[in-house]
């Protein structure tokens, strides 16, 4: 599976947020966590892991 992927950013609990050019929904935000059970998500978190879509950006703090 391919994905276009950018923007990739740690959020809370673990989980990654992420900008998502999807082929049938266009640009959408996603949140990817690992071991979801969906497969889709674990190859997405596996490509992130993997440093496919860059680095993995620091969580804001917004406060």
């Known amino acids: 599976m391919q994905?276009?992927?950018s923007n990739p950013r740690w959020s809370g609990a673990?989980?990654?947020d992420v900008d998502w050019q999807h082929p049938e929904?266009?640009?959408i935000p996603y949140t990817a966590i690992?071991?979801?059970?969906?497969p889709e998500m674990q190859a997405i978190w596996d490509g992130l892991m993997r440093g496919d879509y860059g680095t993995i950006q620091q969580e804001q703090n917004n406060g």
């Open 34 to 38: 690992d071991a979801s059970g969906e």
């Open 25 to 27: 929904h266009g640009l």
């Open 14 to 16: 673990g989980s990654i």
């Open 3 to 5: 994905f276009d992927i």
